[in-house]
């Protein structure tokens, strides 16, 4: 059965993209297939899966507004999952979108023609809580946050919390969400561990294991067209693939997801 898992946080700069991108890679390196879905006009999750978004006809933003089927704006990449390309034209779907009845199950109505073609569909949300992010949170079975582990990061946790339970009232009752992904983590200062555990208290939130480290690898990774777990090993894609093993066992033998006991 397919597993749809949407990675929100409408905080920029939280690592959804590198998340999705590399826990596809993993999963993918899993022999799972693998469709990625990119919601964010900026395109980055294309551009970083070694697509320009300036150079595809047809993307997500013609499949949300009934004007392509999803087949039609698929690409593969060098990282073995498929992609649901971005260009800025989605920019303007938010706006075009808020005129329809149903506007927040398109992106459900469309990648259900596809969802059977594979095992997992992960969803790189923009930073918004827009309509991009709800027909995100709407087509999802569960859905992740990513979080930085800096001062502050839980600022605007609240407001996605309370997104994420409207959607489960409204739009999608079958919503979970499974936890905080800790990123951009320094082991070495007790700071990224006392963010963690502030969290966890606060919001009542499981909090991932394992957390994934800043490593200088990911920006390379970023601006050279595929992703990070593609080139040597290093502690950042070991983390991922720890994830991506862990969501796998999770999904087919109802594991339990591993979470930080020891964040306090
Ligand atoms: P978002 O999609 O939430 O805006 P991105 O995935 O684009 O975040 O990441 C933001 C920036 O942080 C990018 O430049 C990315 O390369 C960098 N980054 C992400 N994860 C890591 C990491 N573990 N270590 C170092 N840099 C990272
Ligand atoms: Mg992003």
């Known amino acids: ?14 690592a959804k993209t590198t998340t999705v991108a590399s826990v596809g890679a993993a999963l993918a390196a899993l022999d799972r297939s693998v469709l990625v879905v990119d919601l964010d006009p900026q ?9 320009d978004p300036d150079h595809l006809e047809v993307s997500v933003h013609e499949v949300l507004l009934g004007e392509a089927e999803v ?19 989605l920019a303007g779907a938010e706006a075009l979108l808020l005129m329809r009845p149903g506007r927040e199950y398109a992106l459900k109505r469309a990648i259900a023609t596809v969802a059977e073609d594979y095992d997992v569909v992960l969803l790189d949300c923009p930073p918004s809580l827009g309509v991009l992010t709800l027909n995100g949170l709407t087509a999802a079975d569960e859905v992740v946050v990513p979080l930085q ?7 605007g946790v609240g407001q996605l919390l309370r997104t994420v339970r409207e959607v489960q009232q409204i739009t999608n009752p079958g919503l979970e969400l499974l936890g905080v992904i800790p990123t951009l983590y320094d082991s070495r200062t007790t700071h ?73």
Request: glycine letters at 8%.
């Open 1 to 14: 059965m397919t597993k749809v898992l949407a990675v929100a946080n409408q905080k920029g700069g939280v």
């Open 149 to 155: 582990c800096e001062t502050l990061a839980h600022r």
């Open 71 to 89: 087949v039609d704006a698929l690409v593969d990449t060098e990282d073995g999952v498929t992609l649901l390309p971005a260009t800025i034209d």
């Open 192 to 264: 990224s561990r006392d963010v963690l555990a502030d969290v966890a208290d606060r919001y009542e939130l499981p909090v991932l294991s394992p957390p994934i480290p800043r490593t200088v690898r990911f920006a390379e990774a970023t601006a050279s067209g595929v992703s990070v777990l593609s080139g040597r090993k290093n502690k950042g894609s070991d983390a991922y693939r720890e994830l991506a093993d862990n969501l796998v066992q999770f999904w087919q033998h109802s594991a339990p997801l591993a979470t930080l006991e020891a964040v306090g």
């Open 43 to 51: 395109g980055c999750l294309t551009f970083s899966l070694g697509h």
